[in-house]
């Protein structure tokens, strides 16, 4: 069965079973501070089982992309080295919240494996908890049970805590799991060794398939557990491994998953895989990792210098790097396997398929900035492997890494081959304060959640207030360094919470008498979290939540205004543009998006044109809430990749004809509003990625006016001409016409002093030697004179200590004759400097120096002369 179909009949089945079908979420995480990326499927579900929010659909069913490279689950370093983990790979999952628990889930799995997918059942292997005394839990007797149903009680194997008590994080719903391990070798071996001995011990081919979750505790910040008033099943299995068992492979690598890209890099590197392990896993590397760089870029996160993008950069730079050194790849060759990825995802992740060309581009230039830090890594390895250290320092093999993307095998590799050694526990140390470095800079303890009143969503009146009248649901602390803060939830509230580009509203919260500052107000999952810096005296009476309107309606403005900017640019670039990213607040709006090229001026004019003609026509906000998702689509709204919506959406239109977009976001009443809208800078911000910043209503005014008087002042300095212009531009040709004579004159001068210089030369051990204090009238005139008595004057050697426009400035020239004979003027700038109080340098025949001190001069000549006369 191909994986396609495989994954295809997962859904179906679990469909059969009334479970909703739902699309992966993002595997680039949004509002939450826990996570970078998905790393299991029941990420989105989190607000479900926190009791956040109640699911709409009791059963759900998907394939979630997951990558686990950071945090909790980091798999990075088994990558390539195994058969089984990826970066980023497919989760299948069902779940239940607060439906069916144990007993269907265990029957279903083992239904879908053996009769669906008809994989062997003497060849499975249930492990269920085994109870933890310090915990006060029992062991899991009810899934042992279950499963006893189908295996005989010694493929039933008890796990500990570590492997079969499942947590979300230090915090929250967790429970037991059981988890499905299949034994895919050969008889003759399963023969010798049973599989049971096998199981979770790393062994290629017993690997774990499926984990069933049963979550029915939540674990509070003080280590106690309690039980959820409602019981939840979450299920991951990894697709990869499915298909590995399906298709009867000893590796996920032989699978179909995988087999296209494997083959394409291996005839590229002229290789057959599977005959030298160096190679293969080099190859395997690269197979993977294109599919975490690749589908991290379509959710809209690019590879930069901090964070999630530092991520992905890091997984680029390990794939180039494996290729660099085991396959002979000096060129970028990553992106090309674009083609052969979006065939195989094609009808399953649609963002791919669309935006294949900006995901090539991107990578193509990550390649290209890489492979030129690589080859500078490997000069600077070179020099020290060159030198005559035996060892090399945990610094330096950690700046490798770090830097150059060196993993700490391939610099002891290189060390090895040299002859030399690296400090690895140097190297570990410095690795350690790293981590505890940004470890500290970014320790959050978080209180458990208090209860207010009860209740379980937030209502979001923001859209037609400002201000509410509400109760308090629940607050809790939140210290960072010595900065506590405490964050507090309401039911129903006006303060729009930081998404969308859009900034978090401020404003206050008046409990009876007492008013409390909102600093901010941010989403986690969906919660609508408002951020304040003290608590009231008490939370329980009504709260009246007052949004800052000013602030509000200006960054309403720039919202408004963001996606006119939004659709001008469209019609003016074309159809391409995307949008990348988008920050909008009361000052300023930034929009980011695809595209190729630097806008040319007449482009910008011609899109600030638009938007203010848009602007002026006064179109009326349409706004629609709980539009079906494909309703929306037909209206001509364009998802966001890297966005999660639901099966309901809202829809911002300005003219049906002109925007339609998918929008969460606060807006203004009709475009007037906005009032006047001004770009004030378009640039790069990533590869494939231009950037727009723009101001409106109040800020444009701002802008323009600065504009004005700056030319109010032009006039009046030049005494309010006629013809501004004009003016300026005779003062501009006027200045270029009296530089040309001050060159002149100052040319002539030199080569005055420049004959007077080569009258004094004086015999000293050899040398020519010419001495100058005095004026000079430029740097430039100086430097000629010292190259043309170089030319003239053979054995020579000048000193110059001069003084130009009131500064010292020295200069050292040297006859070749005599650097070859080891005089260096380097040397000898660096003495005289020290008498001007100056550093410089050059090269070893002609160096210069400029100071502070210029009553230094006479000293400066006399030590350079004493030098000259030393040698
Ligand atoms: P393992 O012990 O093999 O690393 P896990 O205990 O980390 O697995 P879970 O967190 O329970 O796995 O994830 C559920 C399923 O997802 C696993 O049973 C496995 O099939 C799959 N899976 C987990 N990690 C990876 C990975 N890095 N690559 C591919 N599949 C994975
Ligand atoms: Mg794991």
Redesign the pocket.
Known sequence: MDSKSIRKKFLTFFESKSHKIVPSAPIVVQNDPTLMFTN?GMNQFKDYFLGNKVAESKRVSDTQK?L?VSGK?N?LE??GIDT????M?E?LGNWSFGDYFKQEAIDWAWELLTKEFKLPEDRFYATIFEGDGSENLDQDTEAKKIWMQYLPEDRVLNGNKK?NF?EMGDTGPCGP?S?LHIDLRPQSEVDKVPGKDLV?QDHPQV?????LVFIQYNRLSNGSLENLPEKHVDT???F???AMAIQGKQS?YDTDVFQPLIQWVAKKAGVDYGNDEKTDIAIRVISDHIRAIAFTIADGQLPSNNKAGYVIRRILRRAVRYGYTFLNFKEPFLYQLLDILVDQFEGVFPELTSQKDFIAKVIREEELSFLRTLDNGLKKLDTITSGKAKIIEGSTAFELYDTYGFPLDLTALIARENGMEVDESGFQKEMEVQKNRSKSAGKQTTGDWIMVHEGDETVFVGYAETQATTKALRYREVKQKDKTQYQIVLESTPFYAESGGQVGDTGYLQFGEEKVEVIDTKKENDLIVHFVKKLPSSLESDVRAVVNESKRRLTENNHSATHLLHAALRHVLGDHVQQKGSLVNDKILRFDFSHFAKMADEEIAEVERIVNQKIRENIALDEKKNVPIDEAQRMGAMALFGEKYGDFVRVITFDSDYSVELCGGTHVPRTGNIGLFKIVSEGSSAAGVRRIEAVTSVAAEKYYQQKLELISELEEMLKHPKDLKKTIENLVKENLTNQKKIDEMNSQQAGQIKNQLKNEAKEVNGKKLILYKGEFPSADGMKQVAFDLKREVDNLVLLIAANIDGKPMLTVMLADELVKNGMNANEIIRKMASAIKGGGGGQPFYATAGGKDISGLDEALKLGKEMVEAS
């Open positions: 299991a997951c686990r689950h798999d088994e990558v089984y983990h990826h970066t790979f989760m492997d499942w799991c988890e979770n690997v774990e398939v499926w984990n991951g299995m990894g990869e491994r499915l996920n």
